[in-house]
C-alpha cells in the first residue's frame, strides 16, 4: 500500500523554490517573477498609503471642527419684541446654562456673543467673526488655548482680542497692535443707525490648523462684545461641548429638554454631516479602484506561473511517473504564486507604513521640486498633508492582497496538476 504525503510536504516547498529562482535557459519566467513581485509590491503599497491618508484627512478635518467649534450650538427661536422685530436672543442664558450643564456627559457650555463686522488695520480691511466669549470658557477650547502656533498670551484676553493667524496676515498686525472693529448696526440716532467703530489690542494670536477658522476668527471678552453688539443682558447662543462627540446625536432629546420649549439644537454632524457623508463615499470608491489596481497586479502572478507551467513540462511529467499526486503538483505551482503574492504584499506593507509615518518630509521635498504651491490650504481646510495608520486599514490590504493571490494561482497551478504525464513527455 502506498503511503501518502501531508500536503505542503517539504519536498513541495523545495520543488516550488528551485522553480523560482532565475536560470538563464528561463529568463522570461524569472521576468515574470519579478514583475509580478514589483506590480503587488506598489499596488498594496498604493492602497495603504491611500487609505492613511484618508483615514488622517478625516481624523484631523474632524479634530478640527471639534477642537475650536461647539459641538452642539442651542439658540431659540424667534419672538416678536416690543418694538416689532424678531428677537432670537438668550434672556436668561445665565440660567439656562446652569440647566444644561447638568445633563449627563455635557462636558461646557459657554455663553456666546457672535456677529459679523469688519477689521481694519493700516489701510487694511477683513471680514472676520466675532466670537465674544469668557476668557475661562476660552482657556477650554483645544484649538485656541493649545494651537498649532501661536503667539502672545492667552491670559491676557481681557485686555484685548485673539486673532487668527489668517486675520493678522491680512491685516498685517501682531502682538500689541491695534485694530479697529467696525459693526455697521452701531449708535442709533435721531438721524438713524451709525457705524460702531472701536479699537482693541492684539494679545494673542493663535492657528487653529483650519483655515476658515485662522482666516475669519476673532475672540473678544463676553462683556465687551455684549456692550459693542448691543446685547447687553443677553447672549446669542449658548455653545455645548460634550465628553463624546461621536454619540452627540444621543444627547439631543435630553438637551433639548433642559433647553426649554423655545430652543433649538445645531449639533457638529448637522453642520458637517454632508461633507463626512461625501468622505465615506469617497473612501468606498477609492478603495474599489485600488482594489482593482491590486488585482491587475496579482494576475501578473497567473502569466508568470502559465509560463512556468508550460516552461516545466517535462518536468512535470517525470513528477508524476516518480509517484507525485494530482494535489503535490498544484501545491508546488500554488506556492510559486503565493509566495510571490506573500512577499510582494510583505515589501508593499513595509513601504506603504514607511510612507506614512514619514510623508511629511516625503511631502516636503515633492513641494520642493514642484516649485511650491501643491497644497492650498484655501481649498483644503487644514494647512497640511495628514496621514494615519490603523491596525483595520493594514489588515484590509493585507488580506486583499494575499486573497487575490492565493485565488488566482489556483487555475494555472490546476492546469499544472492535470497535465497528463504520457503527453508531457511524448515530444521530449
Known amino acids: 500500500m502506498a503511503r501518502t504525503t501531508p500536503p505542503f510536504a517539504p519536498f513541495e516547498f523545495m520543488i516550488a523554490w528551485r522553480y523560482l529562482r532565475a536560470r538563464r535557459a528561463e529568463g522570461g519566467v524569472s521576468v515574470m517573477t519579478w514583475i509580478s513581485l514589483i506590480g503587488i509590491t506598489l499596488a498594496v503599497l498604493a492602497l495603504i498609503a491611500t487609505l492613511a491618508v484618508r483615514a488622517g484627512f478625516r481624523a484631523e478635518f474632524?479634530?478640527?471642527?471639534?477642537?475650536?467649534?461647539?459641538?452642539?450650538?442651542?439658540?431659540?427661536?424667534?419672538?416678536?419684541?416690543?418694538?416689532?422685530?424678531?428677537?432670537?436672543?438668550?434672556?436668561?442664558?445665565?440660567?439656562?446654562?446652569?440647566?444644561?450643564?447638568?445633563?449627563?456627559?455635557?462636558?461646557?457650555?459657554?455663553?456666546?456673543?457672535?456677529?459679523?463686522?469688519?477689521?481694519?488695520?493700516?489701510?487694511?480691511?477683513?471680514?472676520?467673526?466675532?466670537?465674544?466669549?469668557?476668557?475661562?470658557?476660552?482657556?477650554?477650547?483645544?484649538?485656541?488655548?493649545?494651537?498649532?502656533?501661536?503667539?502672545?498670551?492667552?491670559?491676557?484676553?481681557?485686555?484685548?482680542?485673539?486673532i487668527g493667524s489668517g486675520v493678522a496676515r491680512e491685516l498685517g498686525v501682531a502682538v500689541g497692535d491695534r485694530i479697529k472693529v467696525i459693526s455697521p448696526n452701531g449708535v442709533k440716532t435721531a438721524f438713524g443707525t451709525s457705524p460702531r467703530v472701536k479699537a482693541y489690542d492684539v494679545v494673542y494670536v493663535f492657528t487653529a490648523g483650519r483655515y476658515d477658522i485662522d482666516r475669519t476668527r476673532v475672540y473678544m471678552p463676553f462683556a465687551e462684545a455684549?456692550?459693542?453688539?448691543?446685547?447687553?443682558?443677553?447672549?446669542?447662543?449658548?455653545?455645548?461641548?460634550?465628553?463624546?462627540?461621536?454619540?452627540?446625536?444621543?444627547?439631543?432629546?435630553?438637551?433639548?429638554?433642559?433647553?426649554?420649549?423655545?430652543?433649538?439644537?445645531?449639533?457638529?454632524?448637522?453642520?458637517?454631516?454632508?461633507f463626512l457623508r461625501a468622505l465615506d463615499i469617497e473612501d468606498?470608491?477609492?478603495?474599489?479602484?485600488?482594489?482593482?489596481?491590486?488585482?491587475?497586479?496579482?494576475?501578473?502572478?497567473?502569466?508568470?506561473?502559465?509560463?512556468?507551467?508550460?516552461?516545466?513540462?517535462?518536468?512535470?511529467?517525470?513528477?508524476?511517473?516518480?509517484?507525485?499526486?494530482?494535489?503535490?503538483?498544484?501545491?508546488?505551482?500554488?506556492?510559486?504564486?503565493?509566495?510571490?503574492?506573500?512577499?510582494?504584499?510583505?515589501?508593499?506593507?513595509?513601504?506603504?507604513?514607511?510612507?506614512a509615518i514619514y510623508i511629511d518630509p516625503i511631502f516636503a521635498l515633492v513641494n520642493w521640486v514642484s516649485g511650491g504651491g501643491v497644497w492650498d490650504p484655501a481649498v483644503r481646510g487644514i494647512s497640511f498633508l495628514p496621514a494615519k495608520l490603523q491596525f483595520g486599514d493594514v489588515m484590509s490590504a493585507v488580506g486583499l492582497s494575499l486573497g487575490l493571490s492565493f485565488l488566482v494561482t489556483i487555475f494555472p497551478a490546476r492546469r499544472a496538476a492535470r497535465m497528463n504525464p504520457v503527453e508531457a513527455l511524448r515530444y521530449e
Open 62 to 162: 474632524v479634530d478640527t471642527i471639534l477642537g475650536a467649534n461647539a459641538h452642539v450650538t442651542i439658540y431659540q427661536s424667534g419672538e416678536v419684541d416690543q418694538s416689532g422685530r424678531l428677537d432670537r436672543t438668550i434672556h436668561d442664558y445665565a440660567e439656562l446654562a446652569e440647566r444644561v450643564r447638568e445633563v449627563p456627559g455635557v462636558a461646557r457650555v459657554a455663553p456666546l456673543v457672535k456677529g459679523q463686522v469688519m477689521a481694519n488695520a493700516r489701510n487694511r480691511n477683513a471680514g472676520i467673526e466675532v466670537f465674544g466669549i469668557a476668557e475661562a470658557d476660552l482657556k477650554t477650547i483645544p484649538r485656541i488655548a493649545e494651537p498649532q502656533e501661536s503667539y502672545g498670551s492667552i491670559d491676557a484676553f481681557q485686555n484685548g482680542v485673539a
Open 226 to 274: 455684549q456692550s459693542f453688539f448691543n446685547r447687553e443682558g443677553v447672549a446669542d447662543e449658548l455653545e455645548v461641548m460634550v465628553d463624546d462627540p461621536e454619540t452627540v446625536d444621543q444627547m439631543v432629546p435630553a438637551l433639548l429638554k433642559a433647553a426649554g420649549d423655545r430652543a433649538l439644537i445645531w449639533t457638529w454632524r448637522d453642520a458637517s454631516g454632508s
Open 284 to 355: 468606498n470608491v477609492m478603495f474599489v479602484i485600488l482594489s482593482i489596481l491590486v488585482l491587475i497586479a496579482a494576475m501578473n502572478i497567473t502569466s508568470g506561473l502559465i509560463m512556468l507551467v508550460k516552461n516545466k513540462g517535462r518536468d512535470i511529467g517525470i513528477l508524476r511517473t516518480m509517484g507525485l499526486t494530482e494535489g503535490s503538483i498544484l501545491r508546488v505551482f500554488f506556492i510559486c504564486g503565493a509566495f510571490t503574492g506573500l512577499i510582494g504584499t510583505a515589501l508593499g506593507v513595509l513601504l506603504g507604513c514607511l510612507f
